[in-house]
């Protein structure tokens, strides 16, 4: 029998990223290897062979290259140069000629020739005397993993087929890699970067998945086996707890579960305040799987599809057909309340291979969104005319995304239009009157949101980006979070002047941006006249029942009070003592 090993309870703080709380087992990224078949090949086959083992090296030199380039800029050129040895050995003459020559000479797949000289060339390397060149042994084997993940284009596992309940702990998740977690096997996952309203984030809470990002170590503290609670309401994770924390996590479960049934109560109830002024809330989605949750959670409609989910995960790019397809069903599915569908917002943190977009020093700042859509009409057209071509199913309304100026919205409504007339000239129904809105997310529209309202029926205010242009804060850095603030003095002069333009013009006006699901926000946003609360389905419950105990007279009061402070910190502290007025029983 060995010994027990008793492990040490440790707590990280983090940023709470998705709501409710997980315990259970570590499920470390990255750690799996590839299996790898023992495949005969022909003569014929070995041309493509080497090519695709060239292909796989020269991809691999730029993934380390790019790792490089991070490491120096984040920490320092020393770390960076760790990688030269891995650099080196992708250039080992040797290693090149012994790989293609047992390749031709043993006509096996050239993932398997790859695996084994690989393992001949650590089990050398073992049996060195000199410390240095032993110590290479993990080098050799992280660029022959690097490689064959490339030959085998497996760039990460793939989170969908884990077979047990897990919690995933990972240096990063991309928004793709949580598309494609289920709530059945990921209990809850913990990263070391990543802000609050990166997409992996926004992607969590719509899966209801408990996460906390920006845990800064979280990926080198855990081991395999480790126990973890991960509580995504106040950013901690405790790494092997003691059994009185499991205990306590245990109740804490409970008390949250009640809260949360509660209220379930108010599924049925309008948004109203309490002398009964209403305004609407609706349901941000990632992907059409989630309406059964939006509908369970009383949403009124649906005020921001992202579709860009949509061109994720595949080889191809989807047609109109199935874009088409699957807008119809949201619509019907949703009718008759309104479904806002985005228009493709690729860039930023998302990315999608198919489409050949380059390397960007900024992408947030870069080519993204509506910018990305007016450079490809083929595939903008696509898109509008999939979406007109479902409007008559159901009631939906369009929205274009990053807006920063009239001569982008006027172009995007003119293709808009083109596209209409093409509908039109073949008879092709679609809702005349559908709705077109722009999401107000660059300070430059929101400053000339009065021009910009004379050209749509609509405005949604997407504060994710808005705050981190408005505050030059990237939304996805953790190091910087804390200078992501919503409440600053200057975020919300910006949001008062877009609702004061869009109603001066006689246009509604919602917020999209994870700001909208804040209940310490509630009643501010309430006062400044927002319209639509689109939250994640989640939040719907306690946003109304914030609503439904305040008048509006008291909410435009906290709004005029907020208005006049300096600083944040005071707004802050004032929003809480009222929230606890106004609603004594919430967790905040
Ligand atoms: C926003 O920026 O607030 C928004 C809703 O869009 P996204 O989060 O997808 O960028
Ligand atoms: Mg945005």
Redesign the pocket.
Known sequence: MGEEIIKEEKILKGIPASPGIAMGQAFLMEMEEPTVPRRQISDEDLPNEIARLEDALIQTRKEILEIQKKIAEEMSYEHAEIFNAHLLLLEDKMFLEEVISRLRKEKFIVEYILVDVIKKYIKVFSKMDDEYLRDRISDIDDVGKRILRHLIGQQRQDLSKLKEKVIVVAYNLSPSDTALMHKENVLGFVTDIGGR?S?TA?MAKSLEIPAVVGLEKVSRLVKKGDYLIVNGNDGSVIINPREETIKKYQEELLKFEEFIHRLEGLKELPAETLDGYRVKIAA?IESPQEIPSVIAHGAFGIG?Y?T?YFYMNRKDLPSEEEQFEAYRRVAIQMAPHPVTI?TL?LG?D?FISQLDIPYEINPFMGWR?IRFCLARPDIFKAQLSAILRASVEGKLRLMY??ISGIEELKQANRILEEVKEELRQKNIRFDEDIEVGA?I?VPSAAVTSDILAKEVDFF?????????YALAVD?VNEKIAYLYEPAHPAVLRIIKNIIDSAHEAGIWVG?????AGEVLFTPLLLGMGLDEF?VSAVNIPEVKQVIRSITITQAKEITRQCLSFSTSEEILEFLRLKLKEIVPEIIV
Do not use: V
């Open positions: 309203t997409h926004i941000n921001l992202r860009e985005r917002d930023g998302k969104a995304p990053l999401m997310e949604s205010i997407g504060t994710n980006d808005l705050i981190q939304r917020m999209c941006g994870e700001m689109s």
